[in-house]
């Protein structure tokens, strides 16, 4: 049985992204078993590796460092190896080179660019960006397959105030409107991050997990 | 693309069971809250909320075992407020699968517990919870007070602290939304205290929740236009089937507000 590996280190809604990986595991033909784990070893042998996270870039990266080896083996496995990796909300900004929420901390650094405030033009816009939006796919992806987007598309739930701005634009694969362009969805060969919470976005989030589970880069 | 305006609907829980009951048709047991967050969800509500109202502390943990069933169906965000007292029962809350917790007596307590809370969890998972009413004494104090007072005990117990001040104060510590609900409309369907909505969204920079008093679909619209609410919560017009989710959904569509229209698709 093949595993995806949801990873603990003490940020994010664990349970809701391990209840939505387990719904669409169990409607597939060959269910992967669903692990939420702290250990490097079980991340290792995983055949796919999700990162949540919620809260501060910069507490969240505290957090993922501090789980022993735990970095070391995500290098090993999605920038040496060809894993599928996605990261969800912060854990898909901790991939970015650097963060500026508050203080600057470095990131992953798997794609350049940096994570900054977002600046609705429309200073009556509401920060953070919260609820519920449509997206724009600028470069069709497997994860955003079957998808539909666009203004009459299905929406995704967003909640955040800081958002990645990649410097290859070939990095950046869908976007949203708050008062400006959003980062929505960002990536590059085995990696893929989502800005807004694929288990909390019923139809869309449930259909990108399903891609994602299928992905073979 | 815009961001749309949401449509909260509340379950009060107390015991784990629903208190008063939802009457939707197709509810095997009316007074179980994740039957009903089920079918909310299915009519496309953009969220959840659950106030735990157990009084008894034995029956407290029940709400932990209902948002972990909850969490399982449905794939929406859920909040839950009620006796949210320390950084424990905020951590408990969110393993068990709720999304955000909404803070009352603790907040207007200790408010630098929502520092704290924010600090752990991120502000996107505190929501402070604004029990307002008028003031009895409107003469009294300065200037600078605005018509409104906060309470705590579910209405029951005046605190003198102004509430335009106070909502101002916990979005400085870290709440990440507000939800504002006048005490005096709650229950009695006249429409929300949009005043009230409106002072304080426009005083602070992060999203506000407008509740207490919807009796009709237009509240819902004037909640946002007037209220400048950036999204709805209410009870009973949905538990007792006054109105659909969908039927309010595309009220205030019709009305000019952008909803998201997706499982009416």
């Given amino acids: 049985m093949s595993t995806v590996a949801i990873i ?22 060959n269910s992967p078993e669903i692990i939420v784990t702290a250990d490097p070893e079980v991340v290792r042998r995983a055949d796919r590796i999700m990162l949540p996270g919620v809260g501060a870039f910069a507490d969240c990266k505290a957090g993922l460092d501090a789980v022993a ?3 070391e083996v995500l290098e090993e496995r999605v920038i040496r190896g060809t ?24 990131g992953l650094g798997w794609i350049p660019g940096a994570v900054e405030k977002i600046k609705p033009t429309d200073p009556n816009l509401k920060i953070p960006h919260m609820g519920w939006n449509t997206i724009s796919v600028l470069k069709p992806h497997a994860l955003l397959a079957g998808i539909p987007d666009g203004p009459d598309g299905l929406h ?10 990649t410097e290859d634009p070939a990095h950046l694969l869908a976007t949203t409107d708050y008062g400006g362009t959003v980062t929505a969805c960002v990536g590059r060969d085995n990696i893929f991050g989502t800005q807004f919470h694929p288990e909390k976005s019923q139809a869309l989030g449930l259909k990108l997990i399903e891609n994602f589970l299928g992905w073979t880069p | 693309m815009t961001l749309k305006t949401r449509i909260i609907p509340c379950l009060d829980v107390a015991g784990g069971r629903v208190v008063k009951g939802v009457n939707f048709v197709d509810l095997i047991d009316a007074g179980d809250p994740v ?3 089920i079918a909310y969800d299915a009519a496309g509500a953009d969220e959840l909320t659950f106030l735990d109202i157990t009084a008894s502390h034995e029956g407290r943990d029940t709400i932990f075992d209902v948002v972990a069933r909850t969490a399982e169906h449905c794939f929406m965000p859920v909040t839950v407020g009620g006796g949210v007292r320390t950084v424990e029962d905020i951590r408990k809350l969110l393993l068990a699968g709720a999304d955000k917790v909404a803070i009352n007596s603790a907040a207007v307590n200790d408010p630098d517990f929502i520092a704290r809370a924010a600090d752990k969890f991120g502000n996107q998972c505190i929501v402070v919870s604004v029990d307002a009413k008028q003031r009895l004494d409107a003469k009294v104090g300065g200037d600078n007070r605005s018509e409104w007072e906060i309470f705590t005990h579910g209405g029951r117990r005046p605190t003198g602290i102004d509430a335009v001040e106070f909502a101002a104060k916990m979005v400085e510590r870290g709440a990440g939304e507000l939800l504002v609900t006048s005490m005096d409309r709650d229950g ?21 929740i407008a509740s207490g008093g919807v009796g009709k679909l237009q509240d819902l619209v004037d909640g946002v236009t007037e209220g400048h609410a950036s999204a709805v919560l209410a009870a ?20 000019g507000i952008a909803m998201r229209m997706d499982a009416a698709a």
């Fill in chain 2, 35 to 37: 039957q009903a967050a």
């Fill in chain 2, 188 to 208: 009695t369907k006249s429409g929300f205290d949009l005043k009230l909505t409106r002072a304080i969204a426009d005083s602070v920079e992060v999203p506000v």
């Fill in chain 2, 236 to 255: 009973s017009i949905f538990h007792f089937g006054t109105f659909t989710i969908p039927e309010a959904k595309r009220y205030m569509l019709e009305h």
């Fill in chain 1, 69 to 71: 080896g735990m970095t």
């Fill in chain 1, 8 to 29: 603990d280190y003490g940020a994010g809604n664990l349970r809701s992204a391990a209840n939505a990986f387990e719904r669409v595991a169990a409607s597939l033909v």
């Fill in chain 1, 156 to 165: 995704a739930y967003f909640v955040h105030s800081y958002h990645f701005l």
């Fill in chain 1, 83 to 106: 894993t599928p990796f996605l990261g969800v909300c912060v854990g898909m900004q901790l991939l970015a080179g650097e963060g500026r929420e508050k203080v600057i901390t470095e």
